[in-house]
């Protein structure tokens, strides 16, 4: 329905910031919600944040409140996640996925579109 390709991971110290950015190939991009998840080795995947189609309303992970923001530019088909104060339980695989009904939704079963992935190592 829509491809998605993340770019932006890396390796980075503890403490440090990283963007990562999510472009989609989708006429619709506008219509969906966007999520992020990320996945460790030996873990689930896990959610991260999501944004709404509006880009207004934002939800966020326990995990990494005030810490990660999401954000996105409908007319460049983007989304983006700040990282900041980044810590070593933050290093994975992360994950853009787009959910087409525009809902919310924190399960990567909901959603219907998945990019590649791009790591983000955080050293200590």
């Known amino acids: 329905q829509v491809q998605l390709v993340e770019s932006g991971g890396g390796l980075v110290q503890a403490g440090g910031s990283l963007r990562l950015s999510c472009a989609a190939s989708?006429?619709?991009?506008?219509?969906?919600?966007m999520g992020w998840f990320r996945q460790a080795p030996g873990k689930e995947r896990e959610f991260v944040a999501v944004?709404?189609?509006?880009?207004?309303?934002?939800y966020y992970a326990a995990s990494v409140k005030g810490r990660f923001t999401i954000s996105r530019d409908n007319a460049k088909n983007t989304v983006y996640l700040q990282m900041n104060s980044l810590k070593p339980e933050d290093t994975a695989v992360y994950y853009c996925?787009?959910?087409?009904?525009?809902?919310?939704?924190?399960?990567?079963?909901?959603?219907?579109?998945w990019g590649q992935g791009t790591q983000v190592t955080v050293s200590s």
């Open positions: 996925a787009a959910e087409v009904s525009g809902e919310v939704h924190t399960t990567p079963s909901t959603f219907d579109s």
């Open positions: 989708g006429r619709t991009f506008s219509s969906y919600s």
């Open positions: 944004i709404l189609r509006s880009g207004v309303n934002t």
